[in-house]
Each structure stands twice: as C-alpha cells, then as structure tokens.
C-alpha cells in the first residue's frame, strides 16, 4: 500500500494525496508533528531530509513533485499524447512561480510586515494576481473547461485548485477569504472542481482547512 507521510496542513502533500484519493486504491495518509518530522530525519527516512515523502512498495520516494506526478500517474490522469502532456506540466510548472514569490513571507518575523508583504502580492498586476488571472484565462479559453483544456481532469486541474485555494483558508495571515472574490470565473471554475464526485466525496468532512476545497465555500449564502 502506498503511504504519504507529512504535516497535518495541506501543503506540499495535498495534491499526492488527492491523486491518491482519485486512483482508487487503498493508501495510508500518515500525519507527523515537528517531533516526528525529526525522528524520521535522524532515522535516516527522508531521502533529502524534507517532508512530504511517499513510500511505495518499492521504496521511498521524495519531493513534492516527484510524488505528485508518480500519484497522477497511478490514478490514470496523465494523456498519452505528448504536446497535451508537456502542457499539463507546463501549467503545473506555472503555478509553482507563485510558491517561489509567496515562501518568503514565511521567513518575515514581524507580523505586520509579512501580511504587508503577502497583501501585496494580490496588488493588480503582483505575482499572485497575475497568476490568478492566467488561470483564469486559461478556464475561459478552454473548451472543455479543464484548465489544460483535456478531456476530462489532469494534473494541471488538481495542482491549480488545491495550490489556488489553499491560500484562502485563513491559515496564512494576510490572506483572508474575501481575497478570492475579484476572480469570478477562478470562482466558477472551483464550482466545477469542487464538485468533481471524487473530490466532493474526498473534502465530505469537517477539517481546519480543507473546507476551501468544498462545493459552495466561497459562495455568498
Ligand atoms: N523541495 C521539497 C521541499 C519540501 C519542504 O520544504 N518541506 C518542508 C515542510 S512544508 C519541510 O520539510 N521543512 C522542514 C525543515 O525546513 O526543516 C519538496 O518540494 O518536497
């Protein structure tokens, strides 16, 4: 069986664990505080020292992306076709800018100023509102409405919802729910992913965090 071992926030591990959700086969979702994030370091068990990794019944496997594509994979998300292939990585590659703009903030001690510096990322035209924007133009311009315009889910559309969403959980100071209200179709096109029947049954419960990824969680009602 295959384990995911990781922090209890979605995080780095949320879109492994989704595509493991999504395959249909029993997995384990292993969750660690910071305590049992150093014993398996000291006990030589991250490959790179890092968390998330995913153990396999070959072994272990580290990186975030690494164990994302491997669990894609495994529920059948990825195309044969190569050109759709390579653009399903490229969104996926997109949407990891905004991590590389958004991880400093969390090395600012001062509260004030890293919700300074996070608000200001969702200026008109900062990094994470321009990244917004592409998704959204890509939801718009896709005829089928899968954000790598595919037949029906892939990888691209597990990374944009989870990795979008997750910001506005309340979990990261400065960000608050209402920021994701300026993005109407990004809002349109959580309507269709959080109520993809795997995902909806996936996010059925209650959780600190995860309730962004539930139908009807941004709507005004
Ligand atoms: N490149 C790694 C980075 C993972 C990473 O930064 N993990 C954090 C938790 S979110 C971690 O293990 N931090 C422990 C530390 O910094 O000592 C990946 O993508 O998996």
Redesign the pocket.
Known sequence: MHEVI??ESP??AEPTRLCLELSGQPWKNTVVDWDG?QELKEAGELP?????VLKTPQGTI????AIMRYAASLAGLDSDDLYTQGKVNEIIDVIDGWRTSFTPTFYIDDLEEKIAARKALFEPGAKIDAGLKVLETLFENSPTGWIAGTEDISLADVKAFLNTFMMFSGQFDGIEETMIQPYPLLLEYHQKMANYPGIKAYYDREDEWRWVFKPDAFSND
């Open positions: 990781y922090f995080g780095y994030y790179w020292g890092f968390l998330p580290a990186e975030s992306g």
